[in-house]
């Protein structure tokens, strides 16, 4: 036993919050020794490549679906960037220059491309910069694996749960570890935004990253703890210390079961407004996950799911089958589906997507309805048919004119006459609404209002296009914020126009299960929140410690500030008052 490790405190950054105690184990990567070989044979060596380059695709393709199914589209995004390296133009050259200027092996040639790259990006002093060298790492080990055929499985991980600590960790290895067995993720490298981070975080365990920390010491130790709030390690933790970590972790687990326990009941605050909870989802399994949590209904089916990865449009009977089952597990709660957003970062070859400079701005969600209106129609049908017995809500994304909102309408009339003259049973009156998401329809919100009966403000989006951030360029991303004095004039015009007309308004990004915002949103009068199920019964026991009258005194001061960060700090300080 090293005594030198014993209660030995490390203090690391934090990148994802909560309390993990538990034995360590170290993930040591297969890697593959690369030898230049020389060849004689160029083209078969390029062959070479290109069947590894091929594979490697499709494997992030796979991992992509697993890590959608399983965590969220997000975090799946983390696996198609990785795609792009690997069609990267540039890379492709130098890798070919390689094997054919200087006759060496396609895995030489790889490697020495990759860490020609990575190094140049790791050189640039910047995070942002760091996080993608070593996702570039992480897609070269692929492509050098394959070409060696080295089989990366993992096989010993442990059958009990683990604290996993490694020297760096790229969001595909954290993907193999067994999420049921993961206590939390600790890494001598990386930051707060590295990916991995990203996903500790989307799978609710607490997690540390540039820790200076002797793995094999840490190995030795029987016991660590992960302080993933303040960013400590503490190896081989002396008893009175474990103790009082032990008793910080069960009070913080009890105040979550406490919540878990009353998930199914209401939230009604202290003066009895009762505020509707409901989850997003983006299949089957995430609605069976939802009622788990105490889901009151869907506030938002993401229908991408039936779309993506694959090579053919789904068919109207495939799409009402896929529907129904959803609407059967639901048993008659309320279903706001969205309809097909696809284009801006996620595109399918067999819809006519074009390539554009600025996707997020181009052809994509209701827009595709000039070209391409067969497609929502077919999926309209579909909805209806499925819903005959089901509270259907639909939602239309990305609307920017009232235009929109009136041939989204005239659409869904057409799909209603043409199943009545074929005889074919529909869902007789669907709410119909659309999603508040980008700045135009919220200045015009008052004129749309009429036309709909409700609106779901998507803060994700309104956030991107109000602030002009491109939400998924982690270079500039820290750049906007929901808080932002400005995303809070439109969310609050959007509620204010729904309510003057006596609509619902929902909110269905990540900012309904910012604890946060909770007060704020109530307090703007808010009716629904819609988010990730597990986020659902901590909401719900937040939503219960409130009044109105404090909410409203708290929003009429929120919005009265002029920089995100102090919106931001004041509304921490009243949710820290809270706990
Ligand atoms: C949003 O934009 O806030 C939203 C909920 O939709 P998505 O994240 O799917 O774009
Ligand atoms: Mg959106």
Redesign the pocket.
């Given at each position: 036993m090293d005594t030198a490790a014993a209660n030995l405190t490390i203090k690391g950054v934090p990148a994802s919050a909560g309390i993990a105690i538990g034995k360590p184990w170290v993930y040591r990567p297969a890697q593959a020794a690369v030898k230049p070989r020389s060849i004689a044979d160029v083209d078969q060596e390029l062959e070479r490549f290109e069947a590894a380059r091929q594979e490697a695709l499709q494997q992030l393709g796979a991992l992509a679906s697993k890590t959608r199914a399983e965590i969220g589209q997000a975090e799946a995004e983390i696996f198609e960037a990785h795609q792009l390296f690997l069609e990267d133009d540039e890379l492709i050259k130098a890798i070919t220059h390689g094997v054919q200027s200087e006759k060496i092996c396609a895995e030489a040639a790889v490697d020495a491309a990759i860490n020609a790259a990575a190094a140049q990006l790791s050189a640039l002093e910047d995070d942002y910069f760091r996080a993608r060298a070593s996702d570039l790492r992480d897609v070269g080990r692929r492509l050098v694996n394959l070409l060696l055929g080295v089989d990366t499985g993992l096989r010993d991980f442990p059958t009990h749960p683990v604290v996993v600590l490694a020297e760096d960790l790229t969001p595909s290895d954290t993907m193999q570890f067994e999420k049921s067995k993961l206590l939390a993720l600790v890494t001598v490298q990386g930051g707060p935004t590295s990916h991995t981070a990203i996903l500790a975080g989307s799978m609710g365990i607490p997690a540390l990253v540039s820790v200076p920390v002797d793995l094999a010491a840490a190995e030795r130790s029987p016991q660590v703890i992960v302080d993933g709030s303040i960013g400590q390690l503490i190896l081989d933790p002396h008893a009175d210390l474990l103790a009082a970590k032990q008793a910080e972790q069960a009070q913080l687990q009890a105040k979550h079961r406490a919540a878990e326990a009353r998930s199914r009941e209401a939230a009604i605050t202290l003066d009895g407004h009762v505020v509707e909870i409901v989850a997003n989802i983006g299949n089957l399994e995430g609605a069976q996950k939802a009622l788990q949590h105490g889901a009151e209904g869907v506030g938002?089916f993401?229908t991408e799911f039936l779309f993506l990865d694959r090579e053919q449009m789904p068919t109207e009977e495939e799409q009402t089958q896929a529907y129904r089952q959803i609407f059967e597990v639901l048993r008659g709660k309320p279903v706001v589906v969205r309809t097909l957003?696809i284009g801006g970062d996620k595109a399918v070859s067999y819809l006519g997507f074009k390539d554009e400079a600025n996707p997020f701005l181009g052809w994509r969600a209701i827009r595709m309805i000039d070209g391409r209106s067969d497609v929502l129609l077919c999926q309209l049908r579909a909805l209806l048919c499925a819903g005959v017995d089901a509270d259907l809500r639909i939602m239309v994304p990305m609307v920017s004119r009232l235009t929109e909102v009136e041939q989204a309408r005239s659409l869904l009339k057409l799909a209603q006459e043409q199943l009545q003259s074929e005889g074919l049973p529909a869902c007789p009156s669907p709410q119909f609404g659309i999603m508040v998401?980008v700045p135009s329809a919220a200045l015009v919100a008052e004129h749309i209002a009429p036309m709909v009966d409700f609106f779901s403000i998507?803060?994700?989006?309104?956030t991107q296009y109000t602030m002009a951030v491109d939400r998924t360029n982690e270079r500039v991303v820290q750049i906007a914020s929901t808080f932002h004095p400005s995303v809070l004039r439109l969310i609050q015009m959007t509620i204010e126009a729904a309510h003057h007309h006596g609509k619902w308004v929902g909110l269905?990004?990540e900012f309904a299960s910012n604890p946060a915002a909770v007060p704020l949103l109530l307090g703007m009068g808010l009716d629904e929140f819609s988010m990730s199920s597990v986020n659902i019964p901590d909401i719900k026991d937040l939503i219960r410690r409130f009044s109105m009258d404090e909410c409203r005194e708290i929003a009429r001061h929120a919005l009265s500030l002029p920089k995100a960060a102090a919106v931001e700090a004041y509304l921490k300080s009243i949710h820290q008052h809270k706990q």
């Open positions: 938002l993401r957003d998401e998507g803060t994700n989006d309104l269905c990004g």
